[in-house]
């Protein structure tokens, strides 16, 4: 079997999974479908359906498109199953039902965004920054049963230096991990499907404690200013650019605003100051005490209005000492 004779279903949703389906593609793969999330509404009053990253670029090459309400309806099933695909891959989308997953003769395969088991979840590459990961990586794996507890295929490693944000990290993952979608697909393909796989369980001992990556939430990233510098700047950084950390700042007439903040340096130095407790000069710089030392914030956001630099910030908002943040 060749690369043009294997039916392929791909399913996804975001930027993500784009770079994976485009490496498809260009590579001369026969994408037989794609399924992705249902059109959002968007803009005023939910007028305006926007249709995903994944569907976006589909239509642009001219590929079937399907968007299911339900991965279980009859209309979906048997539209999937007239498509006859030999293999389905899964890049960022929903959880697949039995009956879909173990659909095709080669089975199902998902790329995701961790070094499996670590980081088994729906944000995997925020949770890996906001721990401190020196490193990540991407898996392939066979769907199964639970979520993301498949056999892997295959996988590889990413280092996360200390300044690497989200933004650094999900970018370089989805380089890399388009080429180990191509790869996976091209070992299927020389083994007619026949290939090795390691169960997870194998590698329980090696990574030690295992981490999950469940979904973020708004509250979920309020920031902790009572935690060390070390784990404000990595949290900070783990949301950066999105969704973004935030924190209230409180005026000393106890008017509260909201601050997304997107950019930080750790000060480690020692002090008595209260976590929350602002320094500034007024004009350049301003730092907000930690456990043990301060967080330099270096640009942020005000709600409703655009990023901007902490010196914009200061020259509009006039802070001093007086003010707290919480």
């Not at 993500?16 to 509404?41: I, N, Q």
């Not at 066979?142 to 970018?171: C, M, N, S, W, Y």
């Not at 914030?297 to 707290?324: A, H, T």
Request: net charge negative; proline share 5%; charged share 25%.
């Amino acid at each position: 079997m060749t690369k043009e004779d294997l039916k392929i279903v791909f399913m996804g949703t975001p930027d993500f999974a784009v770079e994976s389906l485009r490496a498809l593609v260009d590579g001369g793969y026969h994408v037989v479908g794609v399924v992705t999330m249902p059109d959002k509404p968007t803009g005023r009053h939910g007028s305006v359906l926007q249709p995903s990253a994944v569907k976006q670029y589909a239509v642009l090459q001219n590929l079937p498109v399907l968007q299911p309400e339900k991965l279980r309806g009859e209309s979906f099933i048997e539209e999937l199953r007239s498509l006859q695909a030999d293999l389905q891959i899964v890049v960022a989308f929903r959880m697949l039902p039995e009956i879909v997953w173990d659909m095709p003769r080669f089975g199902t395969f998902n790329l995701h965004a961790s070094l499996l088991p670590q980081y088994r979840g729906a944000a995997p590459i925020n949770w890996a920054v906001i721990n401190g990961e020196k490193e990540t990586g991407i898996t392939t794996f066979f769907l199964t049963h639970e979520i993301d507890t498949g056999r892997i295929i295959r996988q590889q490693k990413l280092p996360i230096a200390e300044t690497d944000d989200v933004g650094t990290v999900h970018d370089a993952l989805m380089m890399m991990g388009a080429r180990l979608v191509t790869e996976t697909v091209d070992l299927l393909i020389e083994n007619d499907g026949n290939i090795e796989t390691m169960p997870q369980e194998k590698l329980y001992e090696s990574f030690g404690d295992l981490h999950p990556a469940p979904k973020i939430f708004k509250e979920t990233c309020r920031i902790n200013w009572g935690q060390s510098v070390t784990n404000v700047y990595n949290f900070i950084r783990g949301l950066s650019p999105y969704p973004a950390a935030w924190t209230e700042i409180v005026s000393p007439a106890g008017e509260r605003t909201v601050l997304k903040i997107f950019q930080s340096e750790k000060l480690n130095e020692s002090h008595n100051s209260a976590s929350g407790t602002i320094r500034t000069d007024g004009k350049n710089q301003m730092d907000v005490a930690a456990k043990d030392g301060f967080i330099r914030i270096l640009s942020l956001q005000l709600s409703g209005k655009k990023r901007m630099s902490i010196k914009d910030f200061l020259n509009g908002m006039k802070i001093n000492e007086e003010w707290k943040i919480y």
